[in-house]
């Protein structure tokens, strides 16, 4: 019999191998979130000023819609071929292999985009006093869109309609997220202190890092029933 | 022992929807004649016997409406999410049928307290809305309600629904609290010291007394409105049971 | 432990969908060497009832018992014993069929070096290496039979094992069961189809 961590590893590491055999499908979030990134300057205007106002919150943005477009593969695609019943059957405890799938999530998704972020925050000409809160704040925040993230698509993994539903499910709750996350991008970047908001974001996300696991395994054990 | 267990079968009879059924008959008469008399009261009170607020002058007046709502859109919430893990844990469907009922109602008087909000920023910022911090949260606890209407609707099967509209709740209570705190602290940094729709440092008694009428008789009216819908859940999803057959030709003849 | 010692029972099983029983009444049980299948017209609920016998789903009313012991509450012992194969293979497209039994050996019960014999056995020893997108379906589904094998389960629970297999692919499955079932194992599954094995049981569910 394999020990509880058995099934984290052989998930973790299925996952990894996965999507590195598919790297190019995997670099799509990563795509959107720049382009989308170039098309702002291009609607409100190339003032710098402006941009750098606007760019806390408009990476941020970025960053949930891109966590967001990829959480769509969080369970769906191990309901439609089946691997989904091994893992609701599996003798190890559920909630620690949909930890798995949302570590997994975190890292092929949440931390390019958080690597890219400074890139992108440069083009939106954020002061440089900002990027270090953004990359510490997209690091956590980005691990709790995907365990909130999860909530939702186990809600809906039976679902076709899930794509449009999941969000609408999910995105309430990350509100706070959002708030705590850009605040710590704007007062770093007007030169003040962001330490506050990135504790207050550090505490949110250790409660997901709680909640989410036991809620999605338990969303997984009722939406598998379509 | 004796005692518990006839506590226990009163309980369970209680929780059963024909049970349910003919207790709450017996309460919706005097919960609709207590809710309209004191909505009545509160109404007439609050519009047009307390005082005019000294800044705001009448337009102060939509609390008596825009507060309530709001506690009960909260509270609604609650009373859903409880309703849910009763579901979720003890398998009571009359819990699932409350449920159901419920979220409706409570997203309608999520909307109220928006509308009533909104109303009231014309004379107060020049503006129907701004992204004061309750009408903020409000703005979220209404997407949480239609996320969990929306989520009944897309699934064929009545008991996944139930369940997964359960779950999705209990995550959006611990969320609330949240969510709130955080609107508070987001309000805070953005716009210092305006005029809030509630934070009325010294409120008149004269005021407060019709409001305290107006809380009192939205609850009930809550109450009431719940129980009609629980009943008529009740009534579609038993359709086929013997009781309801014979209630119909009850009332046929 | 005698060898007729009973492994699952299931009594009164009943399960609703939208408020009205898809199947009510349902009782049966398998003890060691014993074969059930599952017969019915499509939509009676064949896959809804192996589903509830796994556990995957909880019924409306009656009760699961596994080797005496009342489910859910030996869940877990239950899992451990227990092979379960869906309609569909459960296999990750992007992996091969050795790396897919390499993760599903993390997450259940297997038996350690025999994956080569297993793929062997199942004629699939020159796949085991490709991307299980290159597979067909049937072999597809062999792959997924070599899981059981590795697994050492008690019970299998086989949701249309005879689907997308060819006339040589049947064959096969029907010598697997024989071992099984010779080794003290038992079976449920489902299927439209009359398997070549004495002392099938059957359980018959109406439309």
């Known amino acids: 019999m394999p020990g509880p961590g058995a099934g984290f590893a052989a998930l973790l590491r299925r996952d990894l191998l996965l999507a590195w055999r598919r790297r190019g499908e995997v670099a799509n979030p990563l795509i959107f979130f720049a382009m989308i990134t170039a098309l702002i300057p291009l609607a409100v ?17 970025m960053a949930l819609l891109g966590t967001l477009l990829a959480a769509d593969t969080l369970f769906r695609e191990d309901f439609l071929d089946g691997a989904l019943e091994f893992l609701v059957l599996s003798p190890q405890p559920l909630w620690l292999l949909v930890l798995a799938r949302v570590v997994a999530h975190w890292l092929v998704t949440g931390v390019p985009i958080t690597l890219l972020s400074p890139l992108l925050a440069a083009l939106l000409a954020l002061p440089g006093s900002g990027l270090p809160a953004l990359v510490a704040g997209l690091g956590l925040g980005t691990l709790a869109f995907s365990l909130l993230g999860a909530v939702g698509g186990a809600l809906t993994v ?38 506050g908001a990135l504790a207050l974001l550090g505490a949110i996300t250790a409660l997901a890092l709680l909640v989410s696991p036991f809620a999605a395994a338990a969303a997984l054990r009722v939406g598998i029933d379509g | ?79 859903m999410a409880v309703a849910g893990a009763i579901h979720l844990i003890w398998r009571v469907k009359l819990a699932d049928m409350l449920m159901s009922a419920a979220a409706p109602l409570g997203a309608a008087l999520t909307f109220l307290a928006l509308f009533s909000g909104s109303l009231w920023g ?3 910022w020049g503006t129907y809305w701004v992204w004061d911090a309750r009408i903020t949260s409000m703005l979220v606890l209404l997407f949480l309600y239609l996320g969990v209407m929306a ?72 109450a009431w409105v719940l129980i009609l819908n629980t009943r008529a859940e009740i009534l579609s999803r038993e359709r086929r049971a013997a009781w309801v057959r014979e209630l119909a030709e009850e009332d046929v003849t | 432990m005698s060898p007729a010692a009973p492994l699952l029972e ?28 599952i017969s019915g017209a499509n939509g009676a609920g064949k896959t809804t009832l192996l589903r509830v016998l796994t556990t995957a ?20 012992r239950y899992l451990t014993e227990l092979a379960f194969l869906g309609h569909a293979p459960g296999l990750k497209l992007g992996l091969s069929p050795r790396e897919n039994l390499r ?31 290159q597979l067909s379906a049937g072999m597809l589904r062999r792959a997924a039979l070599a899981r059981l094998l590795l697994s050492g389960a008690a019970l299998w629970i086989l949701d249309e094992p005879l689907a997308a297999i060819d006339r040589d692919g049947v064959a096969l499955v029907e010598q697997l069961f024989r071992a099984h079932l010779d080794s003290g194992g038992a079976i449920i599954f489902s299927s439209h189809q009359q398997l070549a094995l004495p002392g099938v049981k059957y359980l018959e569910l109406a439309a």
């Open chain 2, 122 to 124: 014309k004379p107060t």
């Open chain 3, 57 to 76: 789903l909880s019924p409306a009313a009656g009760s699961l018992c596994w080797r005496g012991r009342p489910l859910p509450r030996a869940r877990t």
């Open chain 3, 10 to 37: 299931f009594q009164n099983l009943c399960f609703e969908r939208n408020d009205l029983p898809l199947f009510e009444g349902i009782a049966g049980g398998v003890r060691e060497g014993d074969i059930l299948q």
């Open chain 2, 151 to 222: 989520l009944r609707q897309a699934y064929a099967s009545r008991e996944t629904a139930g369940r997964a509209c359960a779950v999705l709740a209990l995550v959006g209570t611990v969320n609330i609290p949240i969510i709130y705190k955080s609107v508070d602290w987001w309000y805070s940094l953005h716009q210092p010291a305006t005029i809030r729709l509630t934070a009325a440092p010294s409120m008149h008694p004269d005021m407060f007394k019709p409001l305290l009428v107006m809380i009192v008789a939205f609850y009930l009216f809550y």
């Open chain 1, 158 to 195: 039976a679902l076709g309609g899930g794509n449009v539903l999941r969000p609408l499910l999910v995105l309430p709750l990350y509100v706070p997220v959002l708030i705590f996350g850009t605040a710590a991008v704007a007062r770093a970047a007007a030169g003040g202190e962001s330490a």
């Open chain 3, 103 to 133: 993760w599903l050996g993390g997450l259940f019960p297997q038996r350690h070096g025999a994956a080569e014999t297993a793929l062997a056995v199942l004629g699939l020893a020159d796949w085991a290496d490709a991307p299980c997108a």
């Open chain 1, 45 to 61: 205007g190339p003032e710098p000023s402006l941009l750098a106002r606007l760019a806390p919150g408009m990476v941020w943005i």
């Open chain 2, 1 to 79: 022992m004796a005692r518990s267990g006839a506590f226990w079968q009163r309980l369970h009879r209680w929780a059963s929807p024909p049970g349910f059924y003919r207790l709450s008959g017996r309460w919706v008469p005097w919960l609709a004649a207590a809710s309209l008399a004191l909505l009545a009261l509160g109404l007439v009170w609050g519009l047009l016997y307390a005082p005019p607020d000294a800044r705001q002058g009448n337009s102060y007046r939509i609390i008596y409406l825009h507060v309530p709502a709001s506690f009960l859109a909260l509270a609604g919430y609650y009373v």
